[in-house]
C-alpha cells in the first residue's frame, strides 16, 4: 500500500508518475516510485549541490573536487567543512576527528532507519553508505512507511545524484558567479528548515520532542560549543530515554 | 595549494570514517529493534534530530552584531512562510537562499 506519490510536498505529482509510483510499491519498479518520492527535497539538493560547487571552486580547489567530494564521501554538512581544511592542508588526522565529531550523529539514525526492509548485502551496503539526513528523513517520514526496499535504495541513488550534478555543475559553472558573492550556503539552513518542518508535521500534538531537541541544541552551544552536534544528540536521546523512563514507571505505580 | 595526492587521501579518511558511522552501528543495535523503548525512540527521533541540525546551521548567528541579524532572521522567515504556504522543498529552499543573498551582500555593500 501506498500514500501518495508526493512525499512531503502537496505538489501536483504527473499522473504517469502516480501511477507508477503506486506500481513500484507492490514490488515492481522501485526506482519509478522513488523519482516520485524524491521530487520535493530531493531537488532540494541541486541548488545546494550548486551552492557547494561553487564554495569548493571559489575557495580555490580544482573544481573535480565537488564531484570527488560529493560521490564518494556525500554528507553534506561534512563536505562544506572539508573545504577550508583540504585548502589549509590539515592532517589527515584532523580530517579523521572532524568527519567523527560531524558524522556522529548517523550512529543515532540506525535505531529507526529502515535498512531491514533493503535486501541484499550490495544494496544494504549502498544504503548505508547513502544513509544521508535527507534520506533519513524521507525513509522514517509517516508515509514510508510501506516502502519496500527497492524504493528505499531507488530514493538514495536518485538523491546522491541529484546532489553530486547539482555540485559539479556548480564547480564548472562558479566562474559565472562573482566571488564576492557570498551566502549560498544558506541552502543548507534552508533545506534543514525544511526537513524539519516536515517532519514536525508528522508528529503535530508531540510538541515536547521538539522542544527537548531545541533545549538539547541550547544545552549543546552553551557547554560544548566546539563539539555541538555530538553534545546535542546524546543530550536529546537521554532526554528521550528519560522521559520513557519516567513515563513507564507512572503506569507502573498506576 | 594541496596537491591531488593529498586531496585523494584526506577525502578518503573523511568517507571512510563517515561510512563506518553510519554501517557499524547497525550490527550492534538491530538486536534492541524488538524493544518497545527503542520504537519510541524512533519514533520521535526523526523530527527532533532535524531540529537540532536546523539550530546546528544557525548556531553561528550574530547576535552580538545586530546590524547583520536580518538578513539570517528574515531568510529563514522567508523559508519557513514560503514551506507552510506551498509545502514546496525546492521552492522554499531555492526561494530562502536567494532572499539571504540578496540581503547579505546588500548588508557588505554599505
Not at chain 1, 143 to 159: M, T
Not at chain 2, 81 to 107: F, M
Request: glycine content about 8%; aromatic content about 8%; proline content about 5%.
Amino acid at each position: 500500500m501506498v500514500i501518495g506519490a508526493a512525499t512531503l510536498a502537496d505538489a501536483p505529482a504527473a499522473p504517469d508518475v502516480a501511477a507508477s509510483a503506486r506500481d513500484g510499491a507492490g514490488g515492481g519498479s522501485g526506482l519509478a516510485a522513488a523519482l516520485g518520492d524524491s521530487a520535493s527535497v530531493g531537488l532540494g539538493l541541486v541548488p545546494l549541490g550548486l551552492a557547494f560547487g561553487v564554495v569548493v571552486t571559489h575557495a580555490g580547489l580544482p573544481w573535480w573536487c565537488a564531484t570527488l567530494f560529493t560521490s564518494v564521501i556525500y554528507a553534506g554538512s561534512l563536505e562544506f567543512l572539508l573545504v577550508p581544511l583540504a585548502v589549509a592542508a590539515v592532517p589527515l588526522a584532523s580530517i579523521a576527528l572532524t568527519a567523527f565529531l560531524v558524522n556522529v550523529r548517523h550512529v543515532f539514525y540506525s535505531l529507526s532507519f529502515p535498512l531491514h526492509r533493503v535486501n541484499g548485502r550490495l544494496a544494504k551496503a549502498y544504503s548505508t553508505f547513502a544513509m544521508t539526513d535527507e534520506a533519513y528523513a524521507l525513509t522514517t517520514a509517516e508515509n514510508a512507511r510501506e516502502w519496500p526496499g527497492r524504493r528505499i535504495v531507488g530514493l538514495q541513488v536518485l538523491l546522491h545524484l541529484y546532489w553530486v550534478l547539482g555540485a559539479t555543475a556548480g564547480a564548472l559553472l562558479s566562474t559565472l558567479i562573482p566571488s564576492g558573492l557570498s551566502g549560498l550556503d544558506f541552502a543548507m539552513t534552508a533545506l534543514f528548515t525544511v526537513l524539519a518542518l516536515d517532519a514536525l508535521r508528522d508528529r503535530r500534538g508531540d510538541l515536547p520532542t521538539p522542544v527537548l531537541a531545541v533545549l538539547s541544541a541550547l544545552i549543546a552551544r552553551w557547554l560544548f560549543p566546539g563539539q555541538f552536534l555530538l553534545a546535542a544528540f546524546v543530550v536529546f536521546t537521554a532526554g528521550l530515554l528519560t522521559r520513557r523512563l519516567v513515563t513507564m514507571a507512572r503506569s507502573a505505580d498506576a | 595549494m594541496p596537491d591531488a595526492g593529498y586531496l585523494f587521501a584526506a577525502v578518503g579518511v573523511a568517507a571512510a570514517v563517515t561510512w563506518a558511522l553510519r554501517a557499524l552501528p547497525f550490527a550492534v543495535l538491530t538486536a534492541l529493534r524488538s524493544s518497545a523503548t527503542v520504537r519510541e525512540l524512533s519514533a520521535r527521533m526523526p523530527a527532533g534530530v532535524m531540529v537540532i541540525l536546523l539550530c546546528y546551521c544557525l548556531r553561528d548567528l550574530p547576535v552580538t552584531h545586530p546590524g547583520r541579524l536580518p538578513a539570517p532572521l528574515v531568510a529563514l522567515g522567508a523559508t519557513v512562510g514560503l514551506h507552510l504556504w506551498r509545502r514546496s522543498a525546492l521552492l522554499s529552499i531555492v526561494g530562502g537562499t536567494i532572499v539571504y543573498v540578496v540581503l547579505a551582500n546588500a548588508v557588505h555593500l554599505h
